[in-house]
C-alpha cells in the first residue's frame, strides 16, 4: 500500500492521520498516512530513509518546514517564495516540494462565500504563516494587501520580496484607516492569549476576521472581534483542512471534498477529543 508521513517535533497533536485517512476513504484510494515524530537533529536522515524504503509522500510540519525546502531537488513556485515546505512528493528518487498553506486558506476563505477578488486585505504578522500566505492571496486579484506587524522592518522585507504594488508595509500603530473587507491574523499571538494591538475602528460588522490558529471555542483574536461587532470569524480549522486537500490532490490526483471532515474536526475538538 501506498506509504505517507506526516513530520514533525511534536506530532502527537496532529490531526493529517485523521483527515487524510477520511479523504482516502471518500475518495476510495488506498493508501496508509501516519504520523512521526523527529527527533530535532535527525530530520533529513529520516526523510532520506523514507525514500529509501518506497514511501510515496510527506506532510511537514513545525519545526521543520524551512529544512524541508533545503532537501529538495524541485520546488514549486509557492514553496520558493514561502521559503518552506509543507508538502513533499517523492518521485523517480527525487524530492519535490511544495507549500499548500495558502492554498488552503483561499480556499477556505472560498467555501465561507469570501470574496478575495478587489478585496482590502489586513494581513497582521510577517513570519512564516504570513509569508507562506502571500502569493496564493495576490493571485485572487485582491486590491490590495496591508502587511503589519510588530518589527516592521520584517514587514517590508517580506513587501520587497514579493515586489507587488499591490503590497505595502506597516506597524500595528501606523495601518492606513481605510475599510478593511478581511483582516488575517497570522501572527502566533493567540497561542499565548494576547491580541495584535491594532486600533478597534478598523473592525466593522462586516469586516471578515480570519485567525490562522484554531483552538476550542473562539481565538483570543476572534473574541476580540466578536466584542467590536464583526459577523464573520473564521479560525483556522479549516485552513488545515484546505491544506491538506491540496496535498492529498498533488499526491493522489484527486480533490477530497473537505466539509464532511471539517465538520467531525469540529465536533472532536469542541468535546476536547
Ligand atoms: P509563524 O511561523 O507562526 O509565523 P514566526 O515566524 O515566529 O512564526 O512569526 C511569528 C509572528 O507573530 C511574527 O510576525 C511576530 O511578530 P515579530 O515579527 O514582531 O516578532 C508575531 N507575534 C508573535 N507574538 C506576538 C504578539 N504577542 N503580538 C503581536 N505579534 C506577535
Avoid at 514511501?55 to 510540519?61: E, R, V
Wanted: with cysteine; charged share 20%.
Amino acid at each position: 500500500m501506498d506509504q505517507y508521513r506526516v513530520y514533525g517535533n511534536p506530532i502527537k497533536q496532529s490531526r493529517s492521520p485523521f483527515i487524510h485517512t477520511a479523504f482516502a476513504k471518500s475518495t476510495n484510494q488506498e493508501l496508509c498516512y501516519l504520523s512521526e515524530l523527529v527527533p530535532l537533529d535527525t530530520f533529513a536522515q529520516t526523510i532520506r530513509q523514507f525514500v529509501l524504503e518506497g514511501g510515496k509522500g510527506a506532510n511537514i510540519t513545525v519545526p521543520f518546514k524551512e529544512q524541508a525546502l533545503a532537501l529538495c531537488d524541485q520546488l514549486s513556485e509557492r514553496a520558493r517564495l514561502a521559503g518552506a515546505v509543507n508538502t513533499l512528493s517523492f518521485r523517480n528518487g527525487n524530492i519535490i516540494g511544495d507549500n499548500t498553506d495558502g492554498l488552503g486558506l483561499v480556499k477556505d476563505l472560498l467555501q465561507n462565500k469570501v470574496d478575495i477578488e478587489e478585496a482590502n486585505i489586513l494581513l497582521l504578522g510577517a513570519g512564516g504563516a504570513a509569508k507562506g500566505v502571500i502569493l496564493p492571496l495576490l493571485e485572487q486579484a485582491p486590491s490590495l494587501i496591508v502587511i503589519a506587524n510588530r518589527t516592521v522592518s520584517k514587514a517590508q522585507s517580506l513587501c520587497r520580496q514579493f515586489n507587488s504594488e499591490k503590497l505595502s508595509a506597516c506597524g500595528f500603530e501606523q495601518i492606513d484607516k481605510i475599510h478593511y473587507d478581511i483582516v488575517i491574523n497570522a501572527t502566533s499571538a493567540s497561542l499565548s492569549g494576547s491580541v495584535p494591538p491594532i486600533a478597534e475602528r478598523l473592525i466593522h460588522s462586516d469586516t471578515v476576521c480570519y485567525d490562522m490558529v484554531y483552538g476550542q471555542g473562539l481565538t483570543p483574536f476572534l473574541e476580540w472581534a466578536k466584542q467590536l461587532g464583526s459577523k464573520k470569524l473564521i479560525d483556522g480549522l479549516g485552513m488545515l483542512v484546505g491544506q491538506a486537500a491540496e496535498s492529498f490532490n498533488l499526491w493522489r490526483g484527486v480533490m477530497p471534498e473537505t466539509e464532511q471532515v471539517l465538520q467531525n474536526l469540529r465536533t472532536s475538538l469542541e468535546n476536547n477529543n
